[in-house]
């Protein structure tokens, strides 16, 4: 009963210190503690959060500060290519007025000489009508007696007879001083090209620019209008681009394409049969912002692509959209640029010209630009092409025969201001 007793007693006690123990209580050292390491905490987060705002602030302005670069990069671009425009349409005004004057002259200069051999011949007639009236008083000095009426209107011929008699012989200079007076025939032209038909147009495109500045110069400071097509990211290319705009010549890209002999490279920014519809749009972006603004873009090579309906359907599309057009440079006679731009109704240009200089001699150049003007005649025009690589004889040969092929009546294009366009 006792130990009963006694348990009862030590379970009171322990409800008694266990009620005691649920009341909340803290010593308060651990409430300075717990306050400090809330404040610690509040500081910390007070203290990151300003420095996020501030590196924020920092990524704020710094954005401002690229996007206002970018902005006066681009505007002082514009200003770039407004200027380099005008320059250009300054130059190609003085070289169409250079071109004028020189045609002007040439015609002048015909005219000249075909009233100069008019006049000789006018001159030579009327020697010709006056040569049997000067042999007349010879031949009748014997009959003076007998043209007595006649004696007084002849006076002025007799002292040629008294002295004619004895060196009769010798007179003969008249007529042989009229040979030289007779209308020698027009000179042989030096080349003697066919006369122009049907308005024929000759249009010279220059492929491979961007690889030498040297050899650019020299088509560039011809006086007749050309079109030269500049390849991509090459070491190059953005100053052959910018040095065609402003000397007043046509720009294109030289855009490079894979060939049926995959072996052969075709260069950087170049289409490849693995690409896809994004992957051909995206380099032709590339590569036109590069070079550009061109108004238009031909093949490099290319001859298994252009061979390829549905990346050619991509690349014809692109051009239509950016308002530039296509030259094919027939590169494989099995292109099917026609199909596909006749299946899309869109326009394009081709070669239908010689090469120019697939032997590098200047004979031969001379020989393609003859069998040229024959394809001009008959069609109104003719596209031909040549390379910037052949700047030692190219430049030369063309300038050589260009006076003649003016005068000849054949005028001279860029590739969008030709009939050749086809749809």
């Not at 002048?108 to 006049?119: C, D, G, N, Q, S």
Request: with cysteine.
């Amino acid at each position: 009963m006792a130990q009963r007793k006694s348990g009862t007693k030590n379970r009171t006690k322990k409800r008694k210190l266990h009620t005691k123990k649920g009341k909340v209580y803290i010593n308060p050292y651990k409430i300075v503690i717990l306050c400090a390491a809330v404040i610690a905490l509040c500081m910390g987060l007070l203290v990151v959060s300003t420095a996020i705002s501030q590196k924020n602030q920092a990524e704020l302005e710094n954005q401002i500060k690229i996007e206002k670069q970018l902005e006066e990069d681009r505007i002082k671009e514009e200003k770039r290519l407004e200027a380099e425009k005008k320059e250009a349409e300054r130059k190609r005004l003085e070289k169409e007025e250079a071109a004028k004057k020189l045609e002007k002259e040439l015609k002048e200069k015909k005219l000249k000489e075909e009233t100069r051999l008019a006049e000789e011949k006018k001159a030579a007639e009327e020697k010709k009508k006056q040569k049997p009236e000067a042999k007349k008083p010879e031949n009748k000095k014997a009959e003076k007696p007998v043209r007595t009426p006649n004696t007084e209107t002849r006076l002025p011929a007799s002292p040629a007879p008294t002295t004619v008699s004895p060196s009769q012989t010798t007179v003969p200079p008249a007529p042989a001083a009229a040979s030289p007076s007779q209308p020698a025939p027009a000179p042989a032209s030096k080349f003697n090209f066919p006369q122009a038909k049907n308005g024929a147009q000759l249009v010279i495109l220059l492929d491979d620019g961007g690889q030498n500045l040297a050899h650019l110069q020299k088509f560039l400071d011809l006086p007749f209008p050309l079109t030269i097509a500049v390849l991509p990211q090459l070491a190059h290319s953005r100053e052959s681009a910018a040095k065609v705009r402003a000397g007043g010549k046509e720009l294109m890209l030289h855009q490079p394409m894979q060939a049926v002999n995959e072996s052969v490279n075709p260069g950087p920014g170049a289409i490849t049969p693995n690409m896809d519809q994004q992957q051909i749009k995206a380099t032709l972006f590339k590569n036109i912002s590069e070079i550009g603004p061109v108004a238009g873009f031909n093949n490099h090579e290319g001859s298994l692509i252009t061979a390829d309906a549905e990346k050619m359907e991509t690349v014809l599309k692109y051009a239509s959209e950016n308002g530039i057009y296509f030259l094919d440079s027939r590169t494989n006679v099995n292109t099917s640029v026609p199909a596909v731009a006749s299946g899309l109704g869109l326009s394009y240009y081709e070669r239908n010209g010689r090469f120019l200089d697939n032997v590098k001699t200047r004979e031969n150049a001379i020989t393609e630009i003859r069998r040229n003007l024959d394809i001009a005649n008959r069609d109104g025009v003719v596209i031909m092409i040549g390379h910037i690589w052949s700047a030692d004889f190219l430049p030369a040969a063309l300038m050589e025969v260009y006076p003649e092929l003016i005068e000849k009546g054949y005028t001279f294009r860029t590739v969008s201001e030709c009939r050749g366009l086809k749809r």
